[in-house]
């Protein structure tokens, strides 16, 4: 066993503790984690932005190549900004959103709908096997429970209904189980930590 | 009986530690099935030849390290092993330098074990670039301007010789898309029909993405840790990973103990109450 003398490591396995000391309760430590953490990633995304897309930008684009139209939009992104200045010039930061959304809308109904028809199609397969056969039951119960117009008056969509309901059951389920994995996934990975790179402990 | 519905959750946490603990010491070496996603994943890099361009997406943070940083690692390194040229992209900022530290890690490994991995030549990290989907469908067209011609080190495209070859993202340049939310998948689902699209996700995501696999929007994926477990079993035969599901497989077990434990007090108190 040969304990860690890397500072990086030491200030790793301490803010790790820090964040699980929360599980027994709320402390200055754990708030110490959280606030440490929300800092340092604002601030990384800051300095990532400003390094990795505006410099290199403006260097290739508006400096190297004279493509000025480049100022004009970044002008229009700064008006974003005038929410905090003094009431009179507050509404200038609606253009930026007027173009942003004016896209953005265009955009999303343009190519939206393909991805959700693609499944709704894959749903109606031929019923070659059992496991199609039962796919497609399954998948009628399910559309049941939604039924809220007709309801308890019909008494297949009434038991349909309550068969999709076990289905919908059955996939949350599922979800479940899987976002357990996630979770254990995570703390496994620092359990390896503090007990390999920290404590030198030999695993596995 | 009744009080087994309000256990204090200290000490559920206890025992999931303890539980969690003892297999990461000295694993038992429980049987690790195999998806028919990882393997499709895995074949198709298999079926990869020498100089094939394929694409890497980090779309994840640091919060999903755990799950998907060994699939990124793991495939990573097979493509190197293939022969295959990667340009990795990151749709999430605060996720690209992360995924720069794994490729570097992967391709060191590579190296070792005798294959090419050197950097620009047979990878390239490009990293995250702002604008969202209006940038990456723009990747398409003019895949050097949409990036500012330099990669997440700051490299210009010029001095590159894999970006030689990239000038557009062709549908004949598949991608692997490391996904922990959104941004991620829908950006391929939406903008890059007709090109091979593969998945390594999060466990919490598998029900969205398993009807993508089924049908045909995604090819192949891999599940959280298990995924990248898996994949590890088909290109070493082991792995770092595999080594954890011991502890995964005791860590549900405790789960189930607890569901059953939690329903028979719900059961006692619904009889008490008559």
Known sequence: MHVSTDPQ???????????????????????????????????????????????????TYVIERHQYYYIVFGLLGLLYYCRYLPGKVQWLARYPIAVEVGWGLGAVIAVSPRSPMQQLADSMRPLKNVNDVIFFLLL????????????????????????????????????????????????????????????????? | MEKLENIDPRWVYLVMAILLTIPILKPVGLALGMDEGTKAVYNWVESLKPGDIVFGD??????????????????????????????MVAQWNTGASLGYKVCQAAAEKAKKDGYSAEYGTDWVYVGWKAGGTTTWRQMQVDFWNACAETDHLGNKFSDLPLMQRVKQWTPDMPVMIFSAGSPGVPTYTNY???WPLYVGNVAVQAAEIVPLVRSGQVKGNLLGMTGAAQYEVLLWGGGPTVKKMDAQSLGHLWIIVLIVLGNIGYISKLRKKG
């Open chain 1, 9 to 59: 490591v030491w200030i790793m396995a301490l803010c790790t503790l820090a964040v699980y000391s929360y599980l027994y309760k709320e402390n200055p430590f754990w708030r110490l984690a959280e606030y440490a953490l929300v800092a340092l990633y604002t601030s990384y995304s800051v300095a990532y932005y400003w390094h990795g897309y505006l410099i290199p930008r403006i260097k």
């Open chain 1, 140 to 204: 009628l119960t399910a559309f049941m429970y939604f039924f809220f117009t007709v309801g308890k008056k019909s008494p297949v969509v009434s038991v349909g209904g309550k068969i999709g309901r076990l289905v919908l059951m059955v996939a949350l389920g599922t979800a479940f189980g899987n976002t357990i994995q996630g979770r254990i996934s995570l703390f496994l990975q620092r359990l390896s930590f503090l007990l390999a790179d920290w404590l030198g402990i030999p695993i596995g």
């Open chain 2, 58 to 87: 980090v779309a994840y943070a640091g919060g999903s390290d755990a799950e998907l940083s060994p699939q990124l690692s793991a495939w990573f390194y097979h493509c190197m092993k293939k022969g295959a040229k990667v340009v």
């Open chain 2, 192 to 194: 890059f029909v007709g």
